[in-house]
């Protein structure tokens, strides 16, 4: 790692990588904590020795969604052991890195990676039937426009904790339904059920919404409707 500074001298890193299942992460905290806290440690040394600028994506998850609609400024209170990692590496970057950018998504979803959405849309193009919940809430976030978003901020030289998440708070069933609608798929084969019915070994917030007030003040987020409106032209130009 240490080369790969010396060889390029950064004047900006982003901080992206981790090990990011919910439930593997309680079963396997110590590869968690060492992807997600000593890596990210080892990280932010090398970008201070080089005085670069630590631009660090966390998550919703470092709350405990009982709230929901967050601030950047409210109490952050994880559940559960991904949501503690990630907390634990977001004080590493703040108080390691002079110059930091922490910025929170909400459901990151995309063309090139296996995600809730890509989930959702080969299932339905499968006919398979699938369980999804009705009382968690997310701000779901197109990738692409969570870059825009990141770009306005280094493009302004904003510093500190940013929600940089979907335009919209919306409950996993109801985003289903309209995954569906937007790529003409048959929403009847998605169930709805409680969180309560999910054999999910971690805890999970039920409402980690995010408000995105301060963020808007340099790139509006997307709605949802507008993201995947977007994601629907992005996989139909990577055919």
């Given at each position: 790692m240490i080369s790969v500074f010396e060889k390029t001298i950064p004047d900006i890193v982003v901080v992206s990588?981790?090990?990011?299942?919910?439930?593997?992460?309680?079963?396997?905290?110590?590869?968690?904590?060492?992807?997600?806290v000593v890596g990210v440690k080892l990280v932010c040394e090398q970008i201070q020795?080089?005085?670069?600028?630590?631009?660090?994506?966390?998550?919703?998850?470092?709350?405990?969604?009982?709230?929901?609609?967050?601030?950047?400024?409210?109490?952050?209170?994880?559940?559960?052991?991904?949501?503690?990692?990630?907390?634990?590496?977001?004080?590493?970057?703040s108080?390691?890195?002079?110059?930091?950018?922490?910025?929170?998504?909400?459901?990151?979803?995309?063309?090139?990676?296996q995600n809730f959405v890509t989930w959702i849309i080969d299932?339905?193009?499968?006919?398979?039937?699938?369980?999804?919940?009705?009382?968690?809430y997310v701000s779901p976030t197109l990738n692409t426009d969570f870059a825009r978003q990141l770009e306005s901020l280094l493009d302004t030289n904003q510093?500190?904790?940013?929600?940089?998440?979907?335009?919209?708070?919306?409950?996993?069933?109801d985003f289903a339904c309209l995954i569906a609608d937007v790529f003409s798929l048959d929403k009847n084969l998605i169930n709805p059920v409680k969180m309560v019915d999910m054999n999910w070994f971690a805890k999970r917030p039920m409402d980690s919404s995010l408000d995105v007030s301060k963020?808007?003040?340099?790139?509006?987020?997307?709605?949802?409707?507008?993201?995947?409106?977007l994601l629907y032209i992005e996989m139909e130009d990577a055919l």
């Open positions: 990588a981790a090990f990011t299942n919910v439930d593997d992460c309680e079963t396997h905290k110590k590869k968690a904590f060492d992807i997600n020795k080089f005085n670069a600028r630590c631009v660090y994506v966390s998550t919703d998850y470092v709350f405990n969604g009982e709230k929901g609609n967050y601030l950047e400024i409210d109490k952050v209170d994880p559940i559960d052991y991904y949501g503690v990692t990630k907390l634990k590496a977001e004080k590493i970057v108080s390691t890195c002079l110059d930091y950018l922490i910025m929170r998504p909400s459901v990151i979803f995309g063309t090139e990676k299932s339905l193009k499968e006919k398979k039937n699938i369980n999804i919940v009705t009382d968690q510093q500190g904790v940013f929600h940089c998440s979907g335009g919209e708070r919306i409950s996993r069933f963020v808007s003040a340099f790139q509006k987020p997307l709605s949802i409707k507008e993201s995947l409106n």
